[in-house]
């Protein structure tokens, strides 16, 4: 495989629900993002993880909860999620964390919060 | 707060035609700009980027920057229907360190057959 994976692509959970999505880079890359994806906005930066640590937290609420075992992998835990939550999730890396590091995205997964 | 402007769109392009989209940003201290094309549906796709004031031209796509102006642009030669998208102008931070980029709400272009 090659590239940035993220599974699942689509999610359908309930307010009560925990669920997590994972995300897996396989480019050697160093550091690795979660990103928001909401109709009629801009992405918005969640967090980042530069070989394993977390340096970035956009003050988002506790109920997204990230995790980076290693360089390659990232999870974002999810639950008591609210309607508003209902986006599309995407992941993803790059070389380092200086600014002229290209992103390369994986394909998303599409969360709904019924 | 730095910020990133694009026009909404939609930008309707004869095929054929050169697409010119514009992207300006708020942050003087930026180093470093991209283009990224998201189709709908679709995670954004990197096409440009570029880091010294100018042009730089890959195919038919050419990305043009102006830090005095803070602005950048990307222009589509010779424009197919594949390339209706969203095109989304993303800046990386000043200073070194970096926080992810900062995104635009993106351009929808529409090429017209």
């Known amino acids: 495989e090659t590239g940035v994976t993220q599974t699942p692509r689509h999610l359908v959970m309930g307010m009560t629900n925990k669920k997590s999505l994972k995300c897996e880079q396989h480019l050697g890359h160093n550091a690795m993002y979660w990103y928001k994806q909401s109709a009629k906005k801009p992405l918005e930066l969640m967090f980042v993880y530069n070989f394993k640590e977390q340096t970035e937290n956009n003050s988002v609420p506790s109920r997204f909860s990230p995790e980076c075992p290693n360089s390659s992998h990232l999870f974002l835990h999810l639950h008591t999620l609210q309607p508003e939550d209902s986006a599309l999730y995407l992941c993803?890396?790059?070389?380092?964390?200086?600014?002229?590091?290209?992103?390369?995205f994986g394909n998303g997964t599409r969360l709904t919060v019924t | 707060q730095k910020e990133v402007e694009q026009n909404s769109g939609p930008l309707s392009v004869p095929e054929g035609a050169i697409a010119s989209l514009n992207c300006t940003y708020s942050d003087r201290g930026s180093q470093s700009f991209f283009w990224y094309r998201q189709y709908s549906g679709k995670s954004p796709e990197l096409i440009m980027f570029i880091y010294s004031n100018g042009d730089k031209e890959d195919g038919r796509f050419t990305a043009q920057l102006n830090k005095a102006s803070q602005y950048v642009s990307l222009l589509i030669r010779d424009s197919q229907p594949s390339d209706s998208a969203t095109y989304l102008c993303?800046?990386?931070?000043?200073?070194?360190?970096?926080?992810?980029?900062?995104f635009g709400k993106g351009t929808h272009l529409i090429i017209q057959p």
């Open positions: 993803a890396s790059s070389q380092d964390r200086r600014a002229n590091s290209p992103l390369h």
């Open positions: 993303a800046v990386g931070a000043s200073g070194g360190g970096a926080d992810g980029l900062t």
